[in-house]
């Protein structure tokens, strides 16, 4: 799985440009992804996900892509806005492993107005 | 959506006390509800997976005994941090996946600021 790093990955864009946050995961058994967002002080909001069986999938103003011969996910953000500043954290779920999530160490991203 | 109440938000409590965490599923049955702890800017470890009616499964390295946890119904499960020391204060976390649902998309609780002074 993922190892916890002591400082997070950090990201800061304009307001207005598009952000690319990143992850790497390592179990390759696992067949299902979130991204979650977590503002200060509160729980993980659920943004995306995608199966394995899919190599990209678009919201609003998100889209993730999975790339499962290198094990990477990747979050586009279009037009960040300030209030998309949070840390933004990937997760993966491993086929028959029942609702179990692992999470990756997250980044934080700041938009500047 | 599915929403998952946690309570209390912040609890500071002396060295060597017991402190409980509720984990509620408001409008939602949850027969699996999961228990994470996170540090300041680390990511979330889970701890626990809580299990109506029955034990809780620990991940390696939590103490049981320290962390107790309880699923006595649908739609609650707490975690009890017994004999808490100041290196237990982190911020607690729940998540609960609704019964039928899509795999593995738990919502969240608010999570729990644990300050052992």
């Known amino acids: 799985g993922e190892s916890v790093g002591l400082h997070l990955p950090t990201l800061s864009v304009q307001e207005g440009d598009n952000s690319i946050i990143n992850c790497a995961y390592s179990?390759?058994?696992?067949?299902?992804f979130i991204w979650y967002k977590q503002e200060s002080g509160k729980g993980p909001q659920f943004i995306i996900d995608i199966r394995s069986n899919m190599d990209k999938r678009q919201g609003q103003r998100v889209t993730v892509l999975l790339n499962k011969t290198v094990k990477h996910l990747s979050l586009q953000i279009a037009a960040t806005q300030p209030g998309d500043s949070a840390v933004y954290f990937c997760?993966?779920?491993?086929?028959?492993?029942?609702?179990?999530?692992?999470f990756g160490k997250g980044t934080l991203l700041t938009v500047n107005p | 959506g599915a929403v998952v109440s946690q309570h209390p938000s912040r609890v500071i409590c002396k060295s060597g006390t017991s402190v409980k965490i509720e984990c509620r599923s408001l409008?939602?049955?949850?027969?699996?509800m999961f228990w994470y702890r996170q540090f300041p800017k680390q990511s979330l470890m889970l701890m626990a997976t809580?299990?109506?009616?029955?034990?809780?499964?620990?991940e390696q390295g939590v103490e049981k005994d320290k962390f107790l946890i309880n699923h006595a119904s649908l739609t609650l499960s707490t975690l009890t941090v017994t004999s808490a020391h100041p290196e237990d204060s982190s911020f607690y976390i729940c998540s609960a996946p609704p019964v039928g649902a899509p795999r593995a998309e738990a919502f969240f609780g608010q999570g729990t600021r644990l300050t052992v002074v």
């Open positions: 809580s299990n109506e009616g029955s034990k809780a499964t620990y």
């Open positions: 179990n390759s058994a696992s067949d299902y």
């Open positions: 409008d939602f049955q949850a027969t699996t």
């Open positions: 997760a993966e779920n491993e086929k028959g492993s029942n609702y179990k999530l692992t």
